[in-house]
């Protein structure tokens, strides 16, 4: 909500924080020039984010003896590791974040509901309720920017005792939140108005 507003305080026009977000819409609408740039923008936004969190708690790091503990302030990992059930889960919590944030933004709901600046705050709302209940299988990134930016700091970043990245997991919270993106664009375009 606050990268949200903060965006749109900036003069963006989409306030997208999110590829799985933007490929949704990109598909809804058959419109991809922007995916590419936005798709640049949010990961380097997450990794600059990324460093300003290994920042806050540089004299942590030394201190945390447990480099799975120091990889979680970077990005997600799954409570049981299955690549088809992990990929499923990411799929089904982004299926629902675009679809239902299609839905607040649509024409209908704009005609009868929210006032202006709501919206952030009910997607806001969503993604704390996909958390919720959801989220516990994966960490439900949901968002790609939001795992591999992190991680591609995590990676280089001077942290003591950090152990690996787990780059053999990040395919996952990449390829399944596109796909869940992709398939609510599809469902947006032909359902949704």
């Known amino acids: 909500m606050a990268g949200v507003f903060t965006a749109i305080a900036c003069g963006s026009s989409d ?13 809804s609408s ?11 923008a ?17 004299p942590h790091w030394k201190e945390t003896p447990d480099p799975h503990s120091k990889l979680a302030c970077f990005c997600t990992a799954p409570a049981i590791r299955s690549f088809g059930a992990n990929l499923i ?41 996909i958390g919720l209940s959801l989220g516990g299988t994966t960490g439900y990134a949901i968002n790609p920017a939001r795992d591999l930016g992190p991680r591609l700091a995590h990676a280089v970043l001077p942290i003591p005792n950090k152990g690996s990245s787990d780059w053999s997991y990040a395919c996952v ?3 399944g939140p596109l796909i869940g993106g992709s398939l609510a664009g599809m469902f947006l375009r032909t359902i949704v108005r």
């Open 15 to 27: 306030a997208h924080l999110n590829p799985a977000v933007t490929m949704g819409f990109a598909v």
């Open 30 to 40: 058959g419109q991809f020039t922007k995916f590419g740039p936005y798709l640049i």
């Open 42 to 58: 949010q990961v380097a936004g997450a990794f600059v984010g990324a460093i300003l969190v290994w920042l806050h708690f540089l």
């Open 89 to 129: 889960s990411e799929i089904i919590g982004t299926f629902v974040l675009v679809l239902v944030v299609g839905a607040i933004f649509s024409k209908a709901v704009a005609a009868s509901g929210p006032s202006p600046g709501l919206g952030p705050y009910l997607v806001a709302a969503l993604v704390w309720g």
């Open 173 to 175: 919270p990449i390829i």
